[in-house]
């Protein structure tokens, strides 16, 4: 099952997207007693109502947003495809204890949304595709078992990264942080079996051209383990987002480097999920009102 939040008219809503991109709303899948949020229905899971009814919108006449807005920053994990670490270094690279960082969840943007090039602060602007899972459960120190069935489902995640800044500060954090650094969407599949019987491929196209063809089967630390071991000591909460590596094929390991410029359109398609596609546009150098 496909979740998909939106905006219809002006009205945010959220509710279940079908195979031909119809959406089920949220007060027909729960009536008027729904969750007001699709975080709220993985924080509190209620049981849907028949489905047996027409769907209420179509997918063409709504405005995509954001799935969930995560309670905390996206984890994520670097360096977790080999090929990934051979093009941006050397074997010598490969990590023995997952590298972990986090991008600010005030850089999430959902499918169809611009992403900045940041052209004052960065001239390395660069993709990343990646499976991100979505945890259902609050969990603290999982076993592998437990990080499993902690998960509510996956979705599409976009880590965009400034590699200038990447390299200029010792930690990530910056560099990944960038207003609109974090295209997500435009669904989270809901997980419906366990994570051994499940791979996705990945495909990121950069104006139409392939750039990454990647699978999580080649994942050097593979999800279940980065999940129990984010919750070692730390409390992982329902909403939280994980994303987990991206294959090889980002710009910066071409010969030569070929970073984001404007107008670039990216799509990033994973196997089950579908397709977040977003298009590069320069920044206006306002600064934000206060
Ligand atoms: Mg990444």
Redesign the pocket.
Known sequence: MKWISFRYQGKQDYGVLTENEEIFSSEQLFGEAKPSSLLAYIEQPQPILNLAQIPCFQLKDVVVEIPIIPPNNVM???KNYYEHVLEMGSKEDVPEKMMLFTKSKNALLPHAGHIELHQSVTSQLDY?G?LAVIIGKKIKNATLDEADQAIFGFTILN?I?ARDLQKQHKQFFIG?SLDTSAPMGPVILQKSRPLAEQSFSIQTLVNGELRQNGTTDQLIFPIAQIVAELSQGHTLLPGDII?T??PKGVGKGMKPPQFLKEGDQIEIIISGIGTLKNTVVRSTERKEEQ
């Open positions: 994520a994990v670097g990343e990646e880590d990264t990944k994303a590596g991206t």
